[in-house]
């Protein structure tokens, strides 16, 4: 599976930001998939996850009620809709593919500034 992520960038505190994965080499609508992100110094994790039917959805703690997944299974595509940004969300963010959740993209750089 290719993954490509996009859509980050430079915002305020405050601001939003809409990221977006491409995916490719895999029948994309058949599986689950996830954004991760990684903070400098820090382990990767969590953020958001969405089923293959995008009935069920599942978020961090830390992003709840201020980011949403989404996806359009006609264009292989999967959203991070993320508002309320904090600087404590600058992080590089990777998209990924269920089952096995191991694939990764080069992910996309988001910097909040306070």
């Known amino acids: 599976v290719q993954l490509e992520e996009s859509g980050g960038g430079l915002v305020q505190a405050g601001g939003s930001l809409r990221l977006s994965c491409a995916a490719s080499g895999r029948t994309f609508s058949s599986y689950s998939m996830g954004w991760f992100r990684q903070a400098p110094g820090k382990e990767r994790e969590f953020v958001a996850f969405?089923?293959?039917?995008?009935?069920?959805?599942n978020y961090a703690d830390s992003v709840k009620d201020r980011f949403t997944i989404s996806r359009d299974n006609d264009k292989n595509m999967v959203y991070l809709q993320m508002n309320s940004l904090k600087p404590e969300d600058t992080a590089v963010y990777y998209c990924?593919?269920?089952?096995?959740?191991?694939?990764w993209g080069q992910g996309t750089q988001v910097t909040v500034s306070s």
């Open positions: 969405i089923d293959w039917r995008a009935i069920n959805t």
């Open positions: 990924t593919m269920g089952p096995t959740f191991d694939s």
